[in-house]
């Protein structure tokens, strides 16, 4: 009787009233902007030095933009570079990335402009990381500090979940993702109020966040791919098939990375850790090719335009190697998030099984795979959903997706994650 007395109170426990959400709007807009700003202007000079390194420069010393020789060489700059920052700048731009994942540490200050160089001498320079864990860090530290000093009366808790909504909303141009990364985080916690009142200033943030990025910077992830049609029981079959095969992949390369991460560490300098794995870099660049460099946002692009351009061999080197590079890069003490590079190893992933099996859409294809890997690599199961879906955006996807999520999730619930303790042991 108690029992069901306790059970109708919290159904029946009122909304938050919106005077106590009001407040929080003005917070989460700057928070939105700020964060959208930072990755765009993170990005914009990142791309423009890249146009240098990789174009105007190779050309002026004779050498092929994307020759086996440059890619090494701008590799091995590159680990250089960022392996000065790491070693001189105030802050050693932040703590070891292995160790780092999507909910980021509220980091000092003094430690914020070097992992800002650092990660965009990385995203210029060819690594096989994405910008997001870094910015994310970036824009938690910045919206702590300034939020503490602007607007004391807040809580100190709500910077970092504005800071990491409007960056999730900045880098994916829609808030869906945010809120469903949120809504995944408090799963667990002790929540006051009902689940959108939480949710109500984060989505504020992921909103203004992307329609900032939309408005400034046009991302755009659909990779117009023909649209799967009334899907049958042969293509729930391959979705069942290619989604768990993807994620078996992405664990051997989550099983892989202690013992990556702890040969580079045996280095124990990062001017010896970052370049030594910009010669690994290269050495893989030289055999994958270009499209295996760099976060893998565009390349998955150019995959895309011409599905049927390579063999099922081809496409799974591509696969192999870019995982193989995302792998060597978190390990060596590159600053990057490793999102960008699974979704462009999981595309590869999904032409391959259409090149192998034609009767397996190509939207099919890909969407299960990216879903697969980052189930693996992230262990984000709505991240993984909404990225896999925003790809091909085919609704007929969706409950397929959901149906192949479910053997996937089994293969890696519980298994270590790509993620390190500070001891260098796999979280869990």
């Given at each position: 009787m108690v029992q069901d007395t306790e059970e109708q109170a919290r159904t029946t426990r009122p909304a938050a009233p919106a005077r106590?959400?009001?407040p929080l709007i003005a917070p989460a807009v700057g928070v939105g902007v700020g964060a959208s700003l930072v990755y765009i202007g993170v990005s914009a000079a990142a791309e423009r030095l890249q146009h240098v390194l990789w174009g105007p420069l190779p050309d002026a010393l004779g050498?092929?933009?994307?020759?086996?020789?440059?890619?090494?060489?701008m590799l091995v700059a590159t680990g250089i570079a960022v392996g000065l920052v790491v070693w001189k700048v105030p802050g050693h731009a932040g703590p070891d990335p292995a160790t780092t994942g999507l909910d980021a540490p509220v980091l000092p200050p003094l430690v914020l402009p070097g992992l800002v160089l650092a990660t965009g001498l990385m995203l210029a320079g060819g690594p096989s990381l994405g910008p997001e864990n870094p910015i994310i860090a970036v824009n938690v530290g910045?919206?702590?500090w300034l939020g503490a000093r602007l607007v004391p009366r807040t809580p100190g808790a709500v910077w970092p979940m504005l800071a990491e909504s409007g960056t999730l909303g900045a880098l994916f141009g829609t808030p869906v993702a945010a809120a469903l990364v949120i809504s995944e985080a408090l799963t667990g916690r002790p929540v006051r109020g009902r689940l959108w009142d939480n949710l109500f200033a984060p989505l504020v943030a992921a909103a203004v966040g992307a329609m900032t990025t939309?408005?400034?910077?046009r991302p755009a992830f659909d990779l117009g791919l023909p649209p799967l049609g009334r899907p049958d029981w042969r293509d729930l079959l391959a979705a069942l098939v290619v989604a768990s095969a993807s994620a078996l992949l992405g664990m051997c390369a989550v099983y892989a990375f202690p013992y990556a991460h702890a040969a580079f560490q045996r280095l124990?300098?990062?001017?010896?850790?970052l370049p030594a794995g910009g010669v690994v870099l290269g050495a893989l660049a030289a055999l994958g090719g270009h499209l295996t460099l760099f976060k893998g946002l565009s390349e998955i692009g150019e995959l895309a335009r011409d599905p049927e351009g390579r063999?099922?061999?081809q496409f799974a080197l591509l696969a192999v190697v870019k995982l193989a590079a995302l792998l060597v890069a978190a390990s060596c003490g590159f600053r990057g998030g490793r999102i960008f590079p699974a979704v462009f190893v999981g595309t590869a992933l999904g032409l391959c099984a259409h090149a192998l099996v034609p009767a397996v859409p190509p939207a099919l294809g890909v969407a299960t795979s990216v879903l697969g890997i980052l189930l693996a690599i992230t262990r984000q199961g709505w991240v993984s959903?909404?990225?896999a879906a925003v790809l091909v955006s085919?609704?007929?996807v969706l409950a397929l997706l959901c149906i192949a999520s479910l053997p996937a999730w089994l293969l890696v619930t519980g298994r270590p994650q790509m993620q390190l303790r500070a001891d260098g042991t796999a979280v869990r």
């Open positions: 106590a959400l009001l050498v092929g933009r994307y020759s086996v020789l440059w890619m090494s060489v910045l919206a702590a939309t408005l400034l910077f124990r300098h990062p001017m010896l850790m063999s099922a061999g959903l909404f990225t085919s609704p007929a």
